[in-house]
């Protein structure tokens, strides 16, 4: 199949699921339209539900109210194994007494395919996974990644309309996670396969995702695109899980159809490239990527200079360095600047600062 070829693959509607353990919600009206072939990840700290709704969705777990539809089919009281859903595990859970080939073909079998539909779609799945020439080695012969792999080929095999994936590179080194990432995200794409995955790793879910569900407290936060959760986070949460982030105590000011955000303890106004859209009164936090603070050494230092900072540390990162800086009446910021233009920067200097970027959400 190619990234356009959606034949196998459902949109998925989930309306209104709640889930209650006693008294404590797990989930709160979650509601979500997945597209055939959208690749949607959840994401979310331990205990905000993701597992929670991906268990609800495969049927291993009954939700208390709300409906689950695949395309016009409503599935949630179906059994999990009537649900046509693949499955990959974060231990993989492939059997260790078969091979390679087996292991793809275990849910052809227990679905009746005939010989030569199962070996022509192992070969097929095989190919799209490249493991070819691996096909009778048992799972103790292969690497981390590979496993993964035959993982993902076996969830694949009977072309379910939703594939779901839980966790499933927790186990592997953040080396190999690299690159099984794109992996998968490539896998995934040649398949034009509906998938869901949930992991509490941010970056994983901004390489891999289409879109971005993320989770707190039982309830979505936001949902939109890597970048849109990124650039324009939503709350005051949104901001601080998705990557580093410098949140300032601001209020919000306008000067003509600029608004600024006017940080507390900070002689001057911010301007403000974006605002998110729950920004309702005057209170919000003027948020600034590390990567979105530039610095000028104190030999350019202007009299006119808005704002200075002084450097309290420099921390190596191979193509960049992480420079902590201490404004004066401001809580501490930290910048990311690529390595030759932070070797002119030391410990202990007077630099001026600016924000070439600066986003608001509401402060709660």
């Not at 569900?213 to 709350?235: F, R």
Request: proline share 5%; glycine share 8%.
């Amino acid at each position: 199949m190619n990234s356009q070829d959606h034949s196998h693959s459902q949109p998925v509607h989930i309306n209104r699921i709640r889930k209650s353990f006693g008294s404590f919600n797990a989930i709160s009206d979650f509601t979500l339209d997945v597209a055939a072939g959208e690749f949607v990840t959840f994401l979310g700290p331990s205990g905000c539900g993701k597992s929670t709704t991906l268990k609800i969705l495969s049927g291993l777990m009954p939700q208390d109210s709300g409906e689950i539809r695949f395309g016009d089919k409503r599935i949630d009281m179906l059994p999990a194994n009537k649900r046509n859903i693949g499955l990959v595990f974060q231990n993989y859970a492939l059997f260790p007494h078969m091979t390679v080939a087996e292991n793809i073909a275990f849910g052809l079998r227990m679905r009746g395919w005939s010989h030569g539909d199962k070996k022509s779609r192992v070969d097929e799945l095989l190919a799209l996974v490249r493991l070819e020439g691996l096909a009778d080695r048992r799972p103790e012969q292969l690497s981390g990644g590979q496993q993964q792999r035959v993982a993902v080929a076996r969830a694949l095999a009977f072309k379910p309309d939703l594939v779901l994936l839980d966790e499933p590179l927790s186990n592997l080194d953040a080396k190999l996670r690299e690159q099984v990432r794109i992996d998968l995200r490539d896998i995934q794409r040649k398949a034009g396969q509906t998938t869901v995955f949930v992991t509490h790793d941010q970056v994983e879910a901004l390489v891999m995702s289409d879109r971005i569900v993320l989770m707190n407290a039982g309830q979505i936060d936001q949902i939109g695109t890597p970048v849109e959760l990124y650039a324009t986070p939503a709350t005051e949460f949104g901001a601080r899980f998705v990557g580093a982030n410098n949140l300032l105590k601001s209020r919000l000011g306008c000067e003509g159809a600029q608004r600024h955000a006017i940080v507390e303890g900070a002689a001057v106004p911010v301007g403000l490239t974006t605002i998110s859209p729950l920004v309702r009164g005057a209170d919000i936090w003027c948020c600034v990527r590390p990567e979105h603070i530039s610095i000028r050494p104190s030999a350019d230092l202007r009299p006119d200079a808005r704002i200075v900072a002084k450097v309290t540390d420099k921390i190596y990162q191979g193509t960049t360095i992480l420079i902590d800086l201490d404004i004066a009446g401001v809580d501490k910021m930290r910048a990311e600047r690529p390595t030759s233009e932070a070797s002119r920067i030391n410990i202990g200097d007077a630099v001026h600062v600016d924000f070439e970027q600066a986003h608001a959400v509401p402060r709660n």
